[in-house]
């Protein structure tokens, strides 16, 4: 298989991408203002909106400024300004909902952050023995004169400016320092209960820190000062093809990245003029990337309020994953099931522990004689990469794919691939040039009687990653299979992978980046056809993103000629739909519910018979880089039984969610689609609630 080349098609309709990032987030906060949501959980969705911006100011927002700034031009000034403009509004309206609702909301279920001027003269004492106590310890005030340089700041660490009253004690008139906020000091401190007044008390460190600043410059007043934290460019880059180590170049690279450009700057809202310009001039950024906030710097952090608070009714309530029991029977040879027939999994409604048992059962069984897995966010616990060094160690063929490259699990990746090899388990790193975010888990063993034995294979597939912890709050899709073929070029997958070979055609998968982008343009070149031709005609897809041009063209010209096209999607859609006479016949939905959306499924018809229709699953989003620099596998699911289930669980609930769903409009922008009604994530808990 070569590579296959394809030309970009006109954006002038296409979505601004950034801008459609930050309408998720949007939908996201909205969770924030749901009656129907408890308490707790819509503080959460606050905290999840911070730790999504962090990350779209670290790597996308990052990527636009040096597209703009290029000698290509590829992005204008106008557009940046524009996203920056965005972002503001967006991180104004979330602190206008913390300090609006929410807090008042906590307040009145006696939960609350007690500020200095809010605590009693107990409470006033105690976190002076606890700043004593805990905090001054491990805090370094710098005085900045040219002996002690503005320091350097990390990424997203939190610290104090302060601005001195008087000369320091050698006699000079240096003014500003800085304090660092240490990040191994919890953020939020429950107060005890006898000094509560019959509330959850809480205080945060940096009030605490606040209250006794003055203390950590002895003889000088605090004029100003103000919390700020920058975020820096964490996109972790490395000239593949110019080393020999790809492992020991991450993780050196690992070390510079906390420190790379800056790209924001955020104080609070009273912060002076005059301290913030500093800071800005400090870090080299215009006034617009400063950003003011009405409350706690880092939202994010508030999520250890929610893990302390004693109220499981502010809460949703617990939602226990049910094993397959009809068809996977507990105690009986996974192996011996999938000769039967294929088995599919719907996360989290249903458990993730099949597939931790899959692999235990080719851990514990003497005729698994090999053992290859992908490797691209598993955490840095996981009981999966446990057995596989365990396999290794009982002597199985161990090949592990990881992707080193897996961005913010770098350095759990590093961890892993180190002590796989440790036991003689074939680490390899993938492509260099393309990250492996395929998910295939594969068992080969030996099964007959002796002289008559032969090999068989048994994998894995997933459209999520193999992380039991996210597989219980991310819509997933697992398929375990014994299929000849489908088993087969899953091998051969991880036989190019470990080769770098050219490799025969495959039977059932896709690959990319040989021939999914291909095969999805020509089935939505069929429907198109089949619409022009009066024939039933239905496109339905699936997925987290969809930025890719040539298959955004592709939809739209399935959708003039006729078609039926609804395209379920999460996160950024540049495809703006219900424009005239362009995008008229298509409807982009997007559901943020209790779970993150992560499954993908692709639904192409082009006509009435049997023969007519194709559902794959995928590892891939429709973006180029996903099509074209990525390893992503798409599989059809053959068997009309699972290919019905895939539909009435994945597709028709999503299509006929009333509650938890959005519409976008021409103009990228997304309504809620009512208040009311259905919820399929909702309909799918109840219909997996254990008997």
């Keep these: 298989m070569s590579v296959p080349q394809t030309a970009s098609a006109p954006a002038a309709f296409l979505l601004n991408r950034e801008q459609a990032i930050l309408e998720f987030n949007r939908r996201v906060l909205a969770q924030a203002q749901r009656a129907d949501v408890p308490l707790l959980e819509r503080l959460r969705y606050v905290c999840i909106v911070s730790s999504n911006l962090d990350e779209f100011f670290e790597v996308r927002f990052a990527d636009m400024l040096d597209a703009a700034r290029g000698p290509d031009r590829l992005v204008s000034h106008a557009d940046v300004e524009r996203v920056g403009r965005a972002a503001h509004a967006l991180i104004d309206e979330q602190y206008a909902i913390f300090n609006e609702q929410i807090m008042p909301a906590l307040g009145e279920q006696r939960i609350v952050i007690l500020n200095h001027a809010d605590r009693k003269e107990a409470q006033r004492r105690w976190v002076e023995r606890f700043f004593e106590r805990e905090v001054r310890p491990l805090l370094v005030p710098v005085g900045l004169d040219p002996a002690h340089p503005f320091p350097q700041v990390a990424n997203k ?287 080969t063993r030996r099964e007959g009687h002796e002289g008559r034995s032969r090999l068989r294979r048994y994998a894995h597939l997933s459209t999520g990653n193999y992380n039991p912890r996210t597989a219980r709050f991310y819509t997933d899709i697992g398929y375990l299979s014994a299929d000849r073929e489908l088993t087969a070029d899953v091998d051969t997958v991880f036989r190019q992978l470990a080769s770098l070979g050219s490799v025969k055609a495959l039977h059932r998968l896709l690959l990319a980046p040989f021939n999914m982008h291909q095969r999805m343009m020509e089935h939505l070149a069929q429907v198109e056809q089949a619409a022009r031709e009066g024939r039933p005609a239905r496109l339905v897809v699936k997925i987290n993103a969809l930025t890719d041009a040539e298959l955004i063209a592709a939809i739209l010209r399935a959708a003039q000629a006729g078609a039926t096209v609804d395209l379920i999607v999460r996160g950024a859609c540049m495809l703006p739909p219900g424009l005239p006479g362009l995008s008229d016949n298509i409807v982009v939905r997007s559901v943020v519910g209790r779970f993150l959306e992560h499954s993908r499924v692709c639904y192409f018809r082009w006509g009435a018979g049997e023969a007519d229709e194709v559902l794959y699953l995928s590892s891939a989003d429709w973006m180029s880089r996903n099509m074209f620099r990525r390893i992503e596998v798409a599989w059809p699911v053959l068997d009309a039984r699972l290919r019905q289930r895939v539909i009435d669980e994945a597709l028709v609930p999503y299509l006929h969610d009333s509650l938890d769903a959005w519409q976008l409009g021409p103009d990228g922008r997304s309504l809620r689609v009512s208040a009311e009604g259905i919820s399929a994530q909702q309909a799918l808990m109840r219909r997996y609630q254990p008997e």
């Design 157 to 443: 660490s939190l610290h104090f400016i302060a601005r001195l009253s008087g000369k320091d004690a050698f006699g000079r008139d240096n003014r500003i320092a800085i304090v660092k906020v240490p990040r191994v000091l919890p953020r939020v401190i429950r107060l005890p209960a006898e000094i509560s007044e019959g509330r959850q008390a809480f205080v945060l460190l940096t009030s605490v820190i606040r209250a006794h600043l003055e203390e950590l410059f002895p003889g000088r007043k605090v004029e100003a000062f103000s919390q700020f934290r920058v975020t820096r460019d964490s996109d972790l880059e490395v000239e593949e093809e110019e080393i020999a180590n790809l492992r020991h170049a991450l993780r050196s690279g690992l070390t510079t990245r906390h420190f790379g450009r800056a790209v924001r700057l955020e104080v609070v809202n009273t912060c002076p003029q005059e301290l913030s310009q500093f800071l800005l001039e400090q870090f080299g950024l215009p006034e617009a990337a400063l950003y003011r906030v009405n409350g706690p710097v880092n939202l994010v952090r508030l999520n250890e309020l929610i893990d302390q608070t004693e109220a499981p009714g502010l809460r949703f309530a617990p939602h226990e994953p049910v094993w397959p029991q009809g068809r996977l029977p507990r105690g009986k040879s996974m192996f011996e099931q999938l000769r039967k027939g294929d088995v599919l999994l719907h996360h989290p409604f249903e458990s993730f522990d099949p597939v931790v048992q899959f692999l235990r059962d080719a851990v514990d069984d003497p005729d698994v004689l090999a053992i290859k897995q992908t490797i691209y966010r598993t955490g840095s616990q996981s009981v999966l990469m446990d057995l596989l060094i365990e396999a290794a160690r009982r002597g199985k063929e161990v090949m592990a794919v990881v992707e080193l490259k897996a961005r913010f699990d770098e350095e759990a990746n590093i961890n892993w691939a180190e002590r796989l090899e440790a036991v003689g388990a074939q680490v390899v790193y993938g492509i260099v040039g393309y990250k492996t975010h395929a998910k295939l888990l594969l068992v």
